[in-house]
């Protein structure tokens, strides 16, 4: 079912019927959510004239990435980037995507999410782990540090493998923050009560959405960058990418 094998000099492991790769995202503890440090480079951002509209939305939501607090994140894996039109198709044949321009693209799921969920044999992450594996040990606005970041940030299509591989992060994981990414997780505004051992918050209502810069490409100065910083958090509506997540596979 799995394979080991070597991945843009990393290591990883391949889902041998699907051909997704994953990489081990290693356990560890952090610090979760939007911290006042990113606040207050986000307000350096706008007051150094990078901000193209208005960032006060932004500031006002900030509390549903609140309170920042501690949490640890057994070790699991995690798809080296969304699922692909042409990933998707292996699980749905028929399936059809509205929204890519090559079956190497990201697939952006909708009327047929159900359906796929049901047909994977992984798991959703997290809100935690996907976060922590969008930080990747750093504590800044996205891995590259609190400088904006830009569209060549941006990763939409995995046909380039020397750009896939470019912009992986110290976890060996690419794309995130660049399409919104379906979480385990319900909707639920804030972080007051949420655990604090990497488990999901299961309830009614739409699940967590992560990132989404992409999907709103080519930007309109609407501040789309900020869709790409590791602690935004939206509630799903619409279609969706998936990043799956699994358990390690046993070594035996």
Not at 221 to 226: A, H, K, Q, S, V
Request: aromatic share 8%.
């Amino acid at each position: 079912m799995w394979a080991q094998e070597n991945v843009a000099g990393r290591p990883a492991w391949r889902h041998i019927p699907s051909g997704v790769v994953f990489r081990e995202v290693p356990g560890g503890s952090f610090r979760m959510g939007l911290s006042e440090v990113e606040v207050a480079a986000v307000r350096a951002i706008e007051r150094s004239g990078g901000v193209e509209d208005t960032v006060e939305p932004f500031f006002e939501a900030a509390k549903d990435a609140q309170p920042v607090r501690e949490v640890r994140v057994e070790p699991f894996l995690l798809a080296r980037h969304p699922l692909t039109v042409a990933q998707v198709r292996h699980f749905l044949p028929d399936y059809e995507d509205e929204y890519a321009d090559a079956d190497s693209g990201t697939a952006r799921v909708e009327a047929e999410l159900d359906e796929l969920l049901d047909a994977l044999p992984f798991r959703l992450p997290s809100e935690a782990e996907w976060e922590y594996a969008a930080r990747a040990g750093t504590t800044t606005l996205t891995f590259h540090g609190d400088d904006k970041p830009g569209e060549e940030h941006l990763l939409d299509d995995f046909a380039d493998e020397r750009r896939t591989a470019a912009l992986e992060n110290a976890f060996g994981l690419a794309a995130m923050g660049s399409a919104n990414e379906m979480c385990a997780d319900t909707w639920l505004p804030g972080f007051a009560g949420a655990p604090t051992d990497g488990r999901p918050r299961i309830g009614d209502g739409p699940r967590t959405v992560r990132g989404g810069a992409a999907d709103l490409f080519p930007w309109q100065g609407c501040d789309e960058w900020l869709l790409l910083l590791a602690a935004t958090r939206e509630r799903h509506d619409g279609f969706t990418a998936i990043r799956p997540a699994a358990p390690l596979p046993s070594r035996a």
